[in-house]
């Protein structure tokens, strides 16, 4: 790189380090000198070293150091000295050699286990300890002693340095209460690469302007001066963003796609009659899926619109709708109980209520929450979304109903679609919606479709009306775009998830 | 849903053509049964509610057969006529008032054939006879009883035989209290003074339905040609349904159909009456739902492929099938012998306008508002404990409970707030901030609704890190409110789960919209957080 462009986009701490290079190249003399932080060297060191002007080199040893008792036995000399200059060719006895001494009980016990291995005195035991000094204790006496020689060093010594009679003074020592301690050393060197050298030898103490402050655009001051420039390449830290959680992003593109495709948004609510959720859409009151385990009910009764009536005639008989019925009593009070929308196909039943024959061709849809009475486990949510759609037309028939759902998978990426037969209570033909796996090649069932029976459509409406309808599980559509496996993580709310889960790209 | 196990062979000779096994399968499905699995010899396939007809080896041939092109058309069944007679004492018209019988002979019963029939019998009862209580189906070797069979209710306590199963006698109230069977479906008999059963002319009882069969007289065997079958319930069309079902599968098997003569008191009728329905034949009403352009000729050829005959204008509809309420019906029938594979995919060109939901649309905007000022959201469920909703809030609000839930999230929120510490709670080894957000819905009781139950969409955010304070989450207020260009006031107030003095109720063109505070630390360490906590949560409707 050119040395110029290097030169500018030095940092400041890049600046003070980089010459102190030219002579130092031990982390701690480096600190020393360039009177900075340790931290600030570090960084430095980092930064010049990603740039290629030095090369740093770790190194990890052992090293010996001082301890306190070494520290202060180095000053007042070692205990057996005293102990020996104290001692006579007489034997004493041990309370007048401390006296004399000047050494701690402690001390003078370490002392004469000490000598005695040394074979430096003799030891006569009466009464009293009593002591003596041999020709070994006078040499001991006058020459200093291997220990002492080694304590005189200077420290911190290389552990893997000691050798011949230092290796015997550092054992001995060792042995002593806190004379000397062990400890790993990392020593951080550095030189200087090509660049480097040839960097040293320009000027490095330019002014460049760090940060650009209010003052200097104020004063002009910035002008005529040179901008530090920045390595732009590192790493910076995390910043979050705001987020929307990323099933509301599903959401909002599936409804998009509907209202491109001229659709009008379905609301209601979650809690619903019996009447609305199942009676208006013809299921039979003694149709399994009502009992008790599906569906979350709720205490208490509903009102009833005054179309239950009709409603009731077609269950029993067919009312005015050419049906035979179900041919069975309607019951009131199953009809009244309250409960949570075990579709969103209810909320077809409301809308269709509600048009007149001046709203046809009307076409609507929803993405909305339904509730299963289920525990939760991997694979199972007590609520989940569905995606309700209708078509009232007095010329809609069973190849539009494809050709709506087609057109709805082809913007979710599938570009196959199939109808099964199936049976549900209020679309006949009723059919099951496979779409052609594009990964896994293979046909997954998504939900089903239909044409509102008669039964459903006549008494709501007032007449008769073809209606198609469909109502499509999304779980398995979002989970997989997401890897999901187990579906309790659509709802789990880890903020780090959220925070870090890819956006809806499709 | 109810599943039917074939055997391929015996199913391959009722069809009478073998398919290869990748068209068997299509085939399967495309006639509106899911297959489940076929493995070696064995078949499953998942029969809907709507056509209990299929529920048998022999009724899903008949189906299949007819829907490849093999045997198509009308089945003929002949019912001769007999003297047998059962009579119907006003006895049970509290109990279980009706019953439709009928006769088969002729059947070389095995041990296959005994196991097909209680196959039969027991998916029946699950299924259209909704666990024996619309139709309980009972079975007897016919010459083991003596005619007239009478059909009768009496005092539980006063009769008594040997049912299935057991080797001692029994009264009818013994058998519910200490027989399996009895436990299981007592409660069909549950409070009735009277319990109904059949008893032969030499006093010999069979049943007592719709619990359980005499050992003595109500076994079929090895040894049995001919059986007496009987469906008991509540009305006399959907019995005749059943038996129908039952009759037509037997005598696929073999069988002889033999009447019955059942003595209502001055009222007689004779079942099985096994003469097609006739229901006038729409094709353009047809046509025009399935936009198909079918000829007369046509349409006729596909519903004989679903077992149909036709005459005349009218389609006869056989006995067995329980499905076929109205036109559609047949429409639908239709649309599977076309071949659902079959229909082309057409976008009509009926001009309509889109239209997003107002709430939904503003909702949308407030996401992005509160995005914008580097917020979370999160999605949480509706149900919830009243541990979080009430005792972890330091409330005591009237809550909405679930009856029957089976998990522990039994009651509507009535806030989304606590659904927010929850989260909070659970990220506490994420990184700080947590400045977090939800629309959503919550629930109260109102009895001026027509559930008695009012819901909202509220908004709610929660922040959440070491420094923050009231004036933060006011920032966030302001800064919405303003994008949506609202003035508002904040008006302290009392709230038990808040610092006294620092909470305050968010007023909107002279009304409350909401709620804006810090939590109190004993909020706060109720749920086991140790960082301060500042909130709002107002009613979204009302901002619109």
Redesign the interface.
């Known amino acids: 790189m050119d040395l110029q462009k290097l030169s500018l986009k030095l940092h400041p701490l890049e600046r003070k380090v980089l010459p102190v290079l030219k002579k130092e190249t031990e982390f701690n003399a480096i600190t020393k000198k360039s009177g900075l932080q340790e931290i600030e060297v570090m960084r430095a060191l980092q930064w010049l070293e990603n740039k290629e002007i030095i090369g740093i080199h770790t190194e990890k040893k052992k090293i010996v150091l001082l301890d306190k008792n070494g520290m202060k036995y180095r000053k007042e000399g070692l205990p057996e000295k005293a102990f020996l200059t104290a001692l006579s060719d007489e034997f004493k006895g041990l309370n007048v050699i401390t006296k004399k001494s000047k050494l701690s009980r402690e001390e003078v016990n370490a002392c004469i286990g000490l000598l005695k291995r040394k074979v430096a005195i003799d030891v006569k035991k009466e009464d009293i300890l009593n002591v003596k000094i041999t020709e070994q204790g006078k040499k001991l006496r006058t020459e200093p002693s291997f220990e002492e020689q080694f304590l005189a060093k200077e420290f911190p010594i290389d552990l893997l340095s000691i050798q011949d009679l230092d290796k015997l003074a550092f054992d001995e020592l060792k042995k002593r209460k806190d004379f000397l301690k062990i400890e790993e050393q990392k020593t951080v060197t550095v030189t200087l690469t090509e660049i480097g050298q040839k960097l040293l030898t320009t000027n490095l103490t330019r002014d460049v302007i760090n940060r650009l402050t209010p003052a200097m655009l104020k004063t002009g001051s910035w002008r005529n001066k040179e901008f530090r420039a920045y390595d732009i390449e590192i790493n910076v830290p995390t910043t979050h963003q705001g987020k929307k959680h990323f099933v509301t992003e599903a959401v909002e593109y599936i409804t998009q796609i509907w209202l491109d495709m001229g659709f009008k948004e379905m609301s209601g609510q979650y809690v619903q009659s019996a009447f609305w959720d199942l009676d208006a859409l013809f299921v039979p009151q003694d149709h399994p899926a009502r009992e008790m385990q599906d569906t979350f009910y709720v205490e208490g009764e509903a009102s009833l619109p005054p179309v239950w009536k009709k409603v009731k005639a077609v269950h029993e008989n067919g009312g005015d709708t050419g049906s035979t019925g179900w041919k069975y009593t309607f019951s009131e009070d199953e009809t009244k109980k309250i409960l949570l929308r075990t579709h969103t196909t209810v909320l077809s039943a409301q809308t269709i209520a509600n048009l007149t024959k001046d709203d046809l061709p009307a076409k609507f849809f929803s993405v909305g929450k339904v509730f299963r009475n289920e525990a939760l486990d991997w694979k199972h949510l007590f609520e989940f979304y569905q995606v309700e759609g209708i078509v009232i037309d007095p010329n809609a028939n069973l190849k539009h109903l494809k050709g709506y759902l087609t057109q709805f998978y082809k913007k979710m990426g599938f570009d196959k679609v199939r109808m099964r037969p199936a049976h549900f209570p209020y679309t006949e033909p009723s059919l099951e919606v496979d779409v052609f796996h594009p990964v896994k090649k293979e046909w997954v069932e998504l939900g089903g479709a239909g044409i509102f029976r008669p039964e459903v459509v006549k008494p709501l409406l007032g007449f008769d009306c073809p209606v198609l309808a469909w109502g499509q599980g999304m779980g398995r559509i979002i989970s997989e775009y997401w890897n999901i496996t187990d579906i309790r993580d659509l709802y789990r709310n880890d903020l780090k998830q959220i925070r870090e889960m890819k956006s809806w790209l499709k | 849903m109810p599943t039917v196990t074939l055997n391929k062979t015996v199913f391959e000779e009722l069809v009478g053509k073998k398919l290869p096994l990748d068209e068997l399968k299509d085939r399967i ?4 049964t899911d297959l489940e699995r076929i493995e070696g010899d064995e078949i499953e396939v998942e029969i ?4 209990p007809d299929m529920l048998s080896e022999q009724g899903f041939a008949r189906a299949f057969s007819s829907f490849i092109g093999v045997k198509k058309g009308l089945r003929e069944y002949v019912v001769k006529e007999s003297d047998y007679n059962v009579i119907i004492e006003n006895s049970v018209s509290n109990v279980r008032p009706y019953t439709a019988c009928a006769i088969i002979k002729g059947i070389q019963f095995d041990d296959e054939k005994i196991k097909e029939i209680i196959q039969i019998q027991e998916k029946m009862h699950v ?1 259209f006879g ?1 666990n024996r ?2 139709a309980a189906i009972g079975l007897y070797p016919l010459n083991k009883i003596t005619f007239p069979v009478t059909y009768k209710a009496e005092d539980p306590t006063k009769f008594k035989f040997i049912p299935l199963e057991s080797n001692n006698e029994m009264t009818g109230l013994q058998i519910l209290s200490q027989h399996k069977t009895g436990q299981e479906f007592g409660h069909l008999l549950e409070g009735k003074e009277k319990y109904p059963y059949f008893i032969d002319a030499n006093k010999q009882i069979l049943s007592m339905p719709p619990i359980i069969n005499s050992d003595t007289v109500g076994k079929i065997t090895r040894d049995t040609k001919d059986v007496f079958i009987e469906c008991s319930g509540f ?1 006399y ?2 019995l005749h349904k059943c038996l129908s079902i039952i009759v037509t599968a037997l005598a696929d098997m073999g069988g002889e159909i033999y009447s019955v003569t059942l003595s209502y008191g001055k009222e007689t009728k004779t079942s099985p009456d096994l003469t097609p329905q006739k229901m006038t034949f729409d094709l353009k009403y047809i046509n ?4 198909l352009d079918l000829q007369e000729k046509d349409a006729i050829e596909l519903l004989s492929k679903m077992g149909f005959g036709y005459d005349n204008g009218n389609v006869l509809i056989p006995m067995y099938r329980n499905d076929i ?5 047949l ?2 029938d239709i ?2 012998a076309y071949g ?2 079959n ?6 060109n ?8 107002p ?2 649309k503003f909702a ?1 905007k407030v ?1 992005e508002i ?14 919830m404990t009243v541990d979080d909703l009430n005792t972890k809030m330091n409330l005591e609000n009237p809550l ?8 522990e ?1 039994n009651h ?1 929120r009535n806030a989304i707030l606590p659904s927010l510490i929850k ?1 909070i709670r ?2 506490q080894h ?2 700080f901030p ?1 400045n ?1 957000f939800e629309i959503g ?1 919550v ?1 109260t009781k109102d009895p001026n609704t ?4 009012s ?1 909202k969409d509220h908004l709610a955010m929660v922040l959440c890190h070491e420094k923050t304070d009231f004036t933060e989450s006011k920032q966030v207020l302001d800064a919405l409110l303003t994008s949506l260009g609202m003035k508002y006031s904040i008006q302290e107030t009392q709230h038990t789960s808040y610092i006294p003095g620092r909470v305050g109720n968010i007023i909107v063109n002279e009304k409350s919209i909401g709620i804006i505070g810090e939590l109190s630390p004993d909020v706060i360490t109720r749920w086991g957080i140790q960082v301060p906590i500042v909130v709002f949560e107002l009613d979204l409707e009302k901002l619109i």
């Open positions: 499905s495309m006639l509106g809907f509610p709507n056509r299924t909704r209580k619309k009305q069309d959907v025009k739902r399935l936009g309420l109205h036109q559609v019906d429409a639908e649309a599977i659902y594979e229909f082309k995919e057409e976008i009509p009926v001009a309509t306008i889109g239209e997003e939901l709430i939904k949308r996401r509160l995005t914008g000022l580097k917020m979370v959201e999160v999605k949480n469920y509706h149900l909405i409970p679930l009856q029957n839930a089976l998990g999230h509507l989260n659970e990220n994420n990184e947590q977090i819905r629930f027509e559930t008695t139950i819901e």
